[in-house]
Nanobody
Framework: VQLVESGGGLVQPGGSLRLSCAASGITFSIYSMGWYRQAPGNQRELVARIFSSGSTYYEDSVKGRFTISRDNAKNSVYLQMNSLRPEDTAVYYC???????????WGQGTQVTVSS
């Protein structure tokens, strides 16, 4: 199983980035997919999640700014991040969770830095 994130980088406050996570080795369509982030000195936290049904969940601080989506044909999940703030700076990780939570897999992370 492999999850590969991409799309991170340096962006100014108010800017946008789109993260991608490509999965292999799993039946992607039945997995729920999540984006997490971890800033230095902080615990890893859930940012957004999309279930196999397509329903979504967002952490309060990103509601209205971030959008999670998935493309089952491409085995990929995306995080569109708009109106970025310095406090969004973190390493962003992709996580795949099997039905009933039996198995979980993590990507290696991609750095997002929001700074002027």
């Amino acid at each position: 199983v492999q999850l590969v994130e991409s799309g991170g980088g340096l962006v100014q406050p108010g800017g946008s980035l789109r993260l991608s996570c490509a999965a292999s080795g799993i039946t992607f369509s039945i997995y729920s997919m999540g984006w997490y982030r971890q800033a230095p000195g902080n615990q890893r936290e859930l940012v957004a999640r999309i279930f196999s049904s397509g329903s979504t969940y967002y952490e309060d601080s990103v509601k209205g700014r971030f959008t999670i989506s998935r493309d089952n044909a491409k085995n990929s999940v995306y995080l569109q991040m708009n109106s970025l703030r310095p406090e969004d700076t973190a390493v962003y990780y992709c996580k795949a969770t099997s039905p009933y939570g039996t198995n979980t897999y993590w990507g290696q992370g991609t750095q997002v830095t929001v700074s002027s």
